[in-house]
């Protein structure tokens, strides 16, 4: 049984545009009919260009965006009848990497508010308790533990990327959602981050959606590949398959499209 099972998600956002003045009401169809799964300890790479419902799918099986229609299972577990102390589990193991490094820290807490702040919403432990948590959640992505006692503007933008890893981190979740975490980041620290994500995949048996716009990320990172384009996802297979025999001319495009990249361990 995968880990995480998605089947047949849909959503619409309501839109207004602007003519001559007058705002006509519109419908703007982020994700349709969208079925997937992912097995335990695996990455599955989403990839597909701005705007083709990406980001809307990965907040989906988190629960975070509601769908219109469909079904998300977690370990066999329905995420979305999920209510109460059901939800509250479910939330403890399924987290979010964010994509701006800059704008996803909140610059008035310190560090340790911030990479303890889930402990404390599910009610983990003492204080103290949590700090010990967050000092090694810092220790596990390449942060001292001093770190805690700092803000984020005192951070470059890989290491507040870091930051964001360790908080999604704390609660030792099993599925993570990295929701374009490199993009923002220059080549050079980006690899660093991706390499970052390997190595806490096999220390944490981490399961992961990879959401990027790089195919050579994707290629690097992930087991298997789904191709989205306009809220569908038109291809989907082993990462081997998709990177040297794609079928779809949109996961062609992409291919043809992105430089490849050196991901040094450094």
Do not use: W
Not at 31 to 60: C, F, N, P, Q, Y
Not at 90 to 108: A, K, N, V
Request: hydrophobic share 40%; charged share 25%; with cysteine.
């Amino acid at each position: 049984m995968p880990l995480i099972e998605a089947r047949h998600l849909t959503k619409t956002f309501a839109s207004g545009q602007s003519t001559f003045g007058m705002r006509a009401a519109g419908q703007v169809r982020a994700v349709h009919d969208v079925s997937l799964t992912i097995e335990a300890g695996a990455t599955l790479g989403l990839v597909g260009e701005s705007g083709s419902g990406k980001s809307t799918l990965g907040r989906m099986l988190l629960r975070l965006v509601e769908p219109d229609s469909g079904e998300v299972f977690f370990d066999g577990h329905d995420v979305l009848r999920a209510g109460g102390a059901e939800l509250r589990r479910l939330r403890r193991d399924m987290q979010i990497i964010f994509q701006d490094p800059f704008g996803s820290l909140d610059p008035r807490m310190t560090v340790e508010q911030t990479v303890c702040e889930p402990l404390a919403i599910h009610g983990s432990d003492s204080r103290t308790t949590r700090r010990q948590h967050a000092a090694e959640a810092l220790r596990a992505v390449g942060l001292d533990a001093s770190a805690l006692r700092r803000y984020p503007h005192e951070f470059s933008g890989g290491q507040r990327q870091r930051i964001g890893i360790a908080r999604a981190l704390v609660l030792r979740p099993r599925f993570i959602v990295a929701d374009e975490p490199v993009s923002a980041l220059d080549v050079s620290v980006g690899s660093q981050i991706v390499n970052l994500l390997k190595q806490l995949q096999r220390e944490f048996s981490l399961t992961y959606l990879f959401i990027s716009h790089s195919m050579p990320i994707v290629r690097y990172l992930a087991d298997r590949i789904a191709v989205m384009q306009r809220g569908e996802i038109v291809e989907i297979g082993d990462t081997g398959q998709i990177t040297t025999a794609p079928q779809h001319p949109y996961t062609r495009t992409l291919l043809e499209a992105t430089p490849e990249i050196e991901f040094s361990s450094h």
